[in-house]
């Protein structure tokens, strides 16, 4: 297998990439001074994935909500036993899960990395279903599915994404619900593995202490080609508005939790480019070095689980601001004058400067773990960026193109404010 | 594991502990002050900790303080409260870029040293206070820290299960103390409780990074110059009572699903003896999925999403939590006890104390590619009869034997169980 080799000088990094004849991409981080190791199989397969065909003549099939995260659990299991009951031996770590977007096989470890390197490959190819261990998971998930319910911060998300869009499969719980994972059998299972599974939809990412051309030489051992599917997405109108701008729920909570979110277009990814410029742009308005955030804690409507951070994946994005307050419809009131005042007035260019610093000394620590290495070259798998790309956007990047974006991107009238507030 | 650990002494009750490594790029510096644990001190300690990084005299605005982090490329200055079996221990660290990576030719690690001690000797208080809206909104932000732990009822039951079991017991504390003495906290307290802090209590620097210590650890104790260091030890006392009834406490809330949490005691703890094989006990019972409380609980009997169990070292407790149907807990308790029951009968094979020995060692190993990893893993050894090093937690595992792990288990007693059950609205 061809690999190509992608650098940073100025850092002293480097990682390879290699595709496999099936078209799976393989990205490979050589960490030798670290002990341990970290290794990702997935699948560009997640809860948004639940209406497709792969024939273009045929209707489109519609499959149980929580199905992608349903086969998560589910893949673990062989004829002979579970993949925990091998890695037992191996003495990895091992954990799965699935996004909207996405289901990753993972895990970490210190030693024997190739023993659980080949269970990895193996088991994520080597699906084992039958009508009474589909039944068996039901009760898990089911308490997995009653827990996240209990969860504030999952709620108030949820009720966020659901306030927000009319049709976009983000809006779905991707556990799904009690009743939808009771319509899930083995060959629905069989059905949604065939389609999304396949070599050509999927990627391996390794770093940490392991050798490029072991991995490779690993993976060209046991990955076995299957013909490349081709699947296709139920389309959906997903309109400009939002559903309602404004959701409560009462918890047990000690105070209200909140997301002020905005919507945003994207067909497939946002481009790194939009990412990061967002992601600059709510450091300088709302990190805590802001006037806004040291105005609103002072005047007690924040405490320091505030922040904004920008929630995307494949076909959704959306600008959030989170956190807990006695007042959330004040701190939206507030976080839109901000907006509008910024707008109006651009970043302060002095304060960009000082961003742009904290995005370059983020950026190496981010380098400091095998995991988190491992994690972003996961993305950029998902959506086809390179690693060192972030570090030439925001070095490059200007004030003008930041107050360009904040202006393209923060439309207050596709604003929806998702509360969980106390049980009276 | 090529670290290149140093412990040494640097004053009267100061502990210097470096991990030279190269390879991080940050290197981070941490000053930990060993404080008693009560209840007012809990919330004293924590409003000072969150002043303390809050501002300092020279940056006397958080929005001042911040700017200079972000100058110093994002540096990361935090501070917060640990909770080492009855005491507490406030830590103020930096994260920093190493000097190398500086664009402009800074010297990070002396200007990042320099922060970490602005924020530790020089707060801005007044010679005998703190400024009345600093201090309010660190109690707000205290209060509402306290209140939130209802908002992850996992969290929520395992605290409220220690601080049934552990009522006349400072552990049964929490980080933060308890509303009341939040609030009756005043800014002269805090301020003394400071000076207190800087005379006698025992302080343990780390530093873990590519640099030499020896330029940090001078540049930090000259701090102290002016300080008439009069330092108490803070011994760990271990003392075992055998519990003679099971208490019980439950709790309704509206959610849809159950906790079920059991504490237990045993007479091993890390302070008094080597208690590794207590360690392997725990993670056998619950502490991996090949271990009883997985494969049997959750996975044969289908119980429960999680259910796991964990070691308090110092103390010699073991605690099982598990989310659980309301109508299943009784069912689950049984299981675990029942599980309980078979690893002090010997019932597991060599293949699990293979798996757990290998997990153990691997999980070991990893804690040396984290700055942060090193640095806790020296302080939650703080109380123990020797303070071991990965390298010698891993011979240590090889060692144990299965008997060994049988002997541990049977001292192992249920102490207290406390549920948290849904209301039928919510379910």
Redesign the interface.
């Known amino acids: 297998m061809k690999k190509e080799l992608i650098q940073n000088a100025p850092?002293n990094e480097q990682y390879y990439v290699a595709t496999h004849q099936s078209g799976l991409k393989i990205y490979v981080y050589e960490?030798p001074?670290?002990?341990?190791a970290y290794a990702v199989f997935g699948t560009k397969y997640g809860s948004v994935d639940n209406s497709f065909r792969t024939d273009p003549a045929a209707d489109f099939t519609v499959v149980p909500e929580g199905i992608a995260h349903f086969l998560e659990h589910k893949l673990f299991e062989s004829e002979d036993g579970d993949a925990?009951?091998r890695?037992?031996?191996?003495?990895?770590?091992?954990n799965a899960y699935t996004s909207f977007d996405r289901t990753c096989y993972l895990f970490?470890?210190?030693?024997?990395f190739e023993d659980s390197f080949e269970i990895l490959l193996d088991f994520v190819q080597h699906p084992y279903f039958t009508q009474a261990t589909v039944e068996?998971e039901q009760?898990?998930?089911g308490?997995?599915i009653?827990?996240y319910?209990?969860?504030?911060?999952w709620v108030v998300l949820l009720n966020a994404l659901s306030c927000m869009y009319h049709h976009n499969p983000v809006r779905i719980n991707i556990a799904g619900t009690a009743q939808t994972i009771r319509k899930i059998d083995a060959e629905l299972l069989y059905q949604c593995y065939r389609t999304f599974y396949n070599l050509k939809n999927m990627f391996i990412v390794v770093s940490g202490n392991v050798q490029v051309d072991r991995v490779l030489a690993l993976c060209d051992q046991y990955l076995q080609d299957s013909p490349a599917v081709s699947v296709e997405s139920m389309p959906y109108n997903e309109p400009y508005d939002v559903v309602n701008h404004y959701r409560e729920q009462a918890?047990?909570?000690?105070?209200p939790?909140f997301i002020y979110a905005l919507k945003m277009d994207t067909d497939g990814y946002l481009p790194l480019r939009t990412r990061t410029e967002i992601a600059m742009i709510l450091a300088i308005l709302v990190?805590?070095?802001?006037?806004f955030y040291?105005q609103l804690?002072?005047d007690?409507l924040i405490?320091?689980s505030f922040g904004g951070s920008l929630f995307d994946g494949r076909n959704f994005a959306t600008i959030m601001f989170s956190g807990?307050s006695t007042d959330p419809k004040g701190v939206a009131d507030r976080i839109k004058d901000m907006i509008v005042y910024a707008q109006t007035n651009g970043l302060d260019p002095e304060e960009f400067e000082?961003?742009r610093?904290?995005?370059?000394?983020?950026y190496?620590?981010a380098?400091?773990?095998?995991e988190n290495i491992g994690d972003a070259l996961t993305d950029c798998a998902c959506d086809g960026s390179g690693l060192f790309d972030e570090a030439a956007i925001f070095q490059s990047v200007t004030v003008e193109d930041l107050n360009h974006t904040l202006n393209e991107c923060f439309d207050l009238n596709r604003d929806v404010l998702s509360v969980v507030k106390p049980?009276c | 594991?090529?670290n290149n650990t140093n412990r040494q002494t640097l004053g009267e009750q100061m502990t210097g502990l470096a991990v030279q490594?190269?390879?991080?790029?940050?290197t981070r510096i941490s000053l930990s002050f060993v404080l008693p644990l009560t209840v007012t001190d809990a919330s004293t300690a924590s409003l000072l900790a969150k002043l303390l990084s809050r501002s300092t005299k020279q940056y006397a605005?958080?929005?001042l303080l911040?700017?200079k982090?972000?100058?110093?490329?994002?540096?990361r200055l935090s501070s917060g409260m640990i909770k080492l079996a009855d005491h507490q221990l406030l830590n103020v660290s930096i994260?920093?870029?190493d000097d190398q990576?500086a664009?402009n030719g800074e010297k990070l690690i002396q200007e990042a040293t320099a922060l970490l001690c602005e924020s530790v000797f020089h707060p801005n208080f007044s010679q005998s206070t703190v400024p009345t809206?600093d201090l309010e909104?660190c109690r707000?932000?205290l209060i509402?820290?306290i209140?939130?732990?209802?908002?992850?009822?996992?969290k929520y039951a395992l605290s409220q299960m220690y601080g049934f079991m552990c009522q006349d017991e400072p552990f049964g504390i929490e980080i933060g103390g308890n509303l009341s003495s939040a609030k009756a906290v005043s800014g002269e307290q805090v301020v003394a409780y400071w000076q207190a802090m800087l005379c006698t209590a025992p302080i343990v620097i780390t530093v873990v990074g590519a640099n030499d210590p020896a330029p940090i650890y001078e540049q930090i104790i000259t701090e102290f110059d002016g300080i008439n260091r009069a330092p108490k030890a803070c011994r760990q006392v271990f003392s075992y009572a055998k519990p003679t009834e099971v208490r019980t406490k439950v709790e309704t809330?509206?959610?849809?699903?159950g906790k079920l949490v059991m504490g237990f005691r045993s007479p091993i703890s890390s302070v008094e003896q080597d208690n590794m094989a207590l360690r392997m006990m725990c993670d056998i019972y619950g502490g991996?999925?090949?271990s009883k409380l997985?494969t049997v609980v959750?996975?044969k009997m289908?119980?429960?999403?999680?259910c796991g169990s964990r070691i308090q070292s110092q103390k010699g407790f073991i605690c099982v939590d598990s989310?659980?149907?309301e109508q299943n807990i009784e069912a689950a308790k049984r299981g675990i006890l029942d599980q309980l029951v078979a690893i002090q009968q010997g019932d597991f094979d060599d293949?699990?104390i293979?798996?757990a020995?290998?997990?153990m060692?691997?999980?070991v190993?990893?804690v040396?590619?984290?700055?942060s990893s090193i640095e806790a893993w020296y302080l939650a050894r703080l109380f123990d009869r020797t303070m071991q090093s990965p390298e010698e937690f891993i011979e240590q595992v090889n060692r144990i034997q299965k008997k060994q792990i049988v002997e541990a288990a049977r001292g192992v007693v249920l102490d207290t169980v406390y549920v948290l059950k849904g209301t039928e609205e919510a379910q």
Do not use: W
Not at chain 1, 287 to 291: L, R, V
Not at chain 2, 147 to 154: F, V
């Open positions: 850092l960490k001074s670290f002990s341990g925990f009951a890695y037992a031996k191996t003495g990895a770590s091992a970490s470890c210190s030693d024997h068996k009760g898990i998930i308490q997995e009653s827990m319910d209990d969860s504030p911060d918890m047990p909570v000690s105070i939790q990190g805590q070095q802001s006037a040291n804690l002072n007690g405490n320091k807990e000082l961003i610093r904290q995005f370059y000394g983020r190496l620590m380098f400091n773990s095998v049980i | 594991m090529t490594t190269d390879k991080f790029k940050t605005s958080p929005t911040q700017r982090l972000l100058s110093l490329y994002g540096a994260t920093v870029a990576y664009l809206q909104i707000r932000l509402e820290s209140e939130s732990t209802i908002n992850d009822k996992r809330m509206k959610l849809t699903q991996a999925p090949y997985f959750r996975e289908s119980l429960c999403y999680y989310g659980v149907d293949a699990v293979s798996a020995k290998m997990s060692i691997d999980g190993i990893s040396t590619d984290s700055q």
